[in-house]
């Protein structure tokens, strides 16, 4: 099941968490801060849920040094990598990317055209393409996402 059904039932899940999970002084979830317990809790709540989670690990070691100091071209350059895994064949209503808020104007306007260029030889001249940049405690998706990483 993807969409927006799908979306509700994850940050409702999210949601939960939150309440149930974490005090009153924390209102987010965040992967490298949370307690191992509140991310099994999260996780038996999304157990049932049908979602995939798509990845690409950098080794920094590796990256060519010129591009040491362009952080977002190699941000940029993941993101496709990532976006290159999932089957968006299927998807005739719009697709509706939501993006961790990190970068400035002018990065933002080149990681959305970007991506744009490289989503529209994927989905048919029809298919809506919404970019979000927002942040992360205003997001369940993004905090979800965060959880997994």
């Known amino acids: 099941m993807r969409g927006i059904a799908n979306n509700k039932r994850l940050s409702k899940a999210l949601k939960i968490t939150i309440k149930r999970k974490l005090n009153e002084k924390m209102s987010e979830l965040k992967g490298s801060k949370t307690d191992f317990k509140v991310k099994k809790y999260f996780i038996l709540k999304v157990q049932k849920l049908e979602f995939e989670i798509y990845s690409y690990t950098l080794n920094k070691i590796r990256v060519y040094k010129e591009l040491t100091g362009k952080k977002d071209m190699v941000y940029n350059f993941i993101a496709r990598l990532v976006l290159d895994k ?7 209503s719009r697709i509706n990317l939501i993006i961790d808020k990190s970068k400035n104007k002018k990065e933002v306007e080149e990681f ?13 001249p029809e298919t809506p393409l ?6 992360s ?12 990483s």
């Open 86 to 92: 999932i089957d968006f064949k299927d998807i005739k």
């Open 112 to 124: 959305n055209n970007y991506i744009i260029t490289h989503l529209k030889s994927k989905v048919t």
């Open 130 to 135: 919404d970019f979000n940049h927002q942040l």
């Open 137 to 148: 405690h205003e997001t369940p998706g993004l905090q979800a996402a965060d959880m997994f």
